[in-house]
């Protein structure tokens, strides 16, 4: 998979808040194999606690994704972007701009303008968007060049809420990367998202408010690797009609 | 996870049936990672193509499970597993008695019949058995250690079209080996039968009708190990009212 | 809809138990324009109450379908419906033998051999069973002119946890009247059994423990009106490519 | 129910494109009993069907809804409506501006500045919108007093794809008539529509392609009926653990 040309073998990203503690969030990020994580730039710069976060995140060897979390507007996705390509030493961006507070969903319509003045100014933009197709046209009109559809509202661990949009993303967008961003909740979640043709999973509360988070990065890690290896393996058709398994009429030979 | 004594690591079990070739179902199984195979009693009587089929098996160093695949009655479902306990020399059946044609669901009656006669004559039985609590318990009784309920009709694909009722049977046989027999289409329903807390799966078709036998083989196997550890980790809850998953609350403001 | 040669026109069967009063439910009987209630033997002959409560359902002019609910055995649903005869004066009996006291489910066992003893004894048995096309058989076998599968646990209100074993049953008893019986929870339930093709519902805790229970018994005969319909009204097949409503091209005449 | 000032009493808006026949449109229509009917005008000036079309309409006594169905820009849209206008002499119109030629959906962009252009120039816009909150945010300030989000890609009769999704819009804007436009495929869709809180359903494809497009009508009109009533009646909660639905504890025991 090649993200703005950057060759990525993992396809599990991996979000770096709520962990109970650093060595916690540590073993979770060995755990997935993860080769991006995301960092919010607000708690990065929370004073007192920026310093030592950062330089933990640095042992990883991770690619640093820095998120405009919590911005509501196009100026303060914008500005947040560019303190965090200063801070990071990146043109990466993964580009939230939240419509409703509730459900966090994106503000398609300030997610689109944002993108397009952060991709004039250079930046490689990651838009965290709905499953809707238009605003996917319009964000890579606007210069990105992966998307990052939700799959629920942000922390609800309620899976794909609406598989057939993604499946409608996937064959409007056949060369595009897609990477589902928000809501999945557990390995099964994340193998579907792979089975649909999904290139990759974002992910953060679902590892760390399991019980064990390293083991839950672990879990769902694998669960992309059998969505992904699944999806290439081309599956059966579902039937309506049970047919048999085992062919006991006629008994062609196998010898 | 023990099956009648037996220490068993992986909790794949793969059906032989409706390979294209013997040589694919070989990649299937090595790809699999599987420690049990079933086999059809009939398929390997057929004349002239049992012997150099059960030579293939052989190689393998897979355990197998004889099954009576196409057993209407008890009758022919005893006289059948004699046959296979002196042709593959285990005391293992998989026991299924079909009682309807087009679903191939088990005949409830003669399946609790049929494993107490079987059980009582040593055999060591694995019932292919609906998500029915109470057959379960007639089915211990009658001397079974282990459970294997349907997730779907035989060859369907479908999944798990019952997945509280397979909760259900987790809850009230905390100590049985519960594997899913049939119904499973892709990985992401294996792991979430495995998320379900089941102990294993065995399928067939899902590997055998998939375009790459080899590669859907291994990908379920994943599923089957993230379904697995994911159970373990302890997931966390879905929620209906979506939280923020950047905790930006009590950090300091944007400098 | 005709049960053991009796003509009935609403596919609506509604329970007694559990009302807040018995105005309440006097109230949501005639909402529901049911023919047909179900009564408790049990609640019945509790001391004290039974009078008045068999008072009060005689003013309503409705057939009475007695119940063993509560029973776990063959003995004690055949006694229990021994005495329903007598004290209803009527050879209906609703026959529930319990196999599983969290989920109330049928003891499919115990289940066919009462029924086959009450249908021998001149009963006409409407059987609480499961989804299971074997066990199906078998209760028609013994004797049986109705089947009442559940939708899901007695109480739930999950609605149908198993609509494509529903269907099988109706494709293969295509002239065996089938109500599903307990699970339904609100009126889409209903609507959507109708749909599948079944003849008719009787459910009791979604009224009861409704806000409203004689709004919504109103709105549930309305739901199953709907359901009839629309299932003999044949409806259109559902597409996954979306084509567009209004033929906006060549534009075929109408006039 | 108040759409733009007008007291409206059935819940089911229906469009009148796809029947058979003018006679069998005729028919459906009132078997509907619906007060509000859509219209394309693509469909009205059609060369040589308009006026025959428009006459038979007009015999009804419903009120028009004129569409812009298949226009694709903004200025499309505004001419059309504007055309409309001056045939059907009402500010109604019912705002399609379509963004994707397979799936149908809305462009969510244009549609809401030609909401916008529409609004100040004195119509009143029924918008054919997705799900999305801010989406609906956008159209309400832009002056729409109704919103018109989609359950499934129009034509497909794949029912409610995302029913969450409506949920947060009805909690969202509790005070703005929702009527789910497109996507319903059989009455237990648009009773499950209706007990989400939606305030009416409009939908075309369901009934004009059905088998018997009357009776479909009509069916779907009680489903409607239904769904709202029980709505109202505030349903039970639905429970993962079973309980008796006849309280047969703290009864005397069977005398």
Known sequence: M?????DITSRLLLGTAQYPSPSVLNAAIKSSA?????????RETAEGTGAGFWDQLRTLNCRILP???????????????HMARELFDTPWIKLEVIGHSDTLQPDVFALVE???V???????????????????????EAGCEVLMP???PIGSGQGLRNPDALCAMRAHFPDVPLIVDAGIGRPSDATQAMELG?????????????????????????AIEAGREGYLADPME??????????????AALS
């Open 34 to 42: 993860s080769e991006i994580i995301t960092v919010s730039l607000r």
């Open 2 to 6: 090649q993200l703005y040309g950057q």
């Open 118 to 140: 952060l991709s004039d100014d250079g930046f490689q933009v990651f838009p965290y968007t709905t499953d809707d197709l238009v605003v996917g046209e319009k964000l890579l």
């Open 198 to 222: 999904m290139d990759a999973v974002l992910l953060n509360t679902a590892v760390a408010k399991a019980g064990d988070p390293a083991g839950m990065a672990r879990a769902i890690a694998l």
């Open 150 to 152: 939700w799959g629920a």
């Open 114 to 116: 944002a993108a397009r």
């Open 238 to 251: 579902r039937r309506d009609m049970a047919v048999p398994s085992t062919p006991v009429l006629g008994l």
């Open 67 to 81: 998120n405009t979390a919590g911005c509501h507007s196009v100026q303060e996705a914008v500005t947040t972007a």
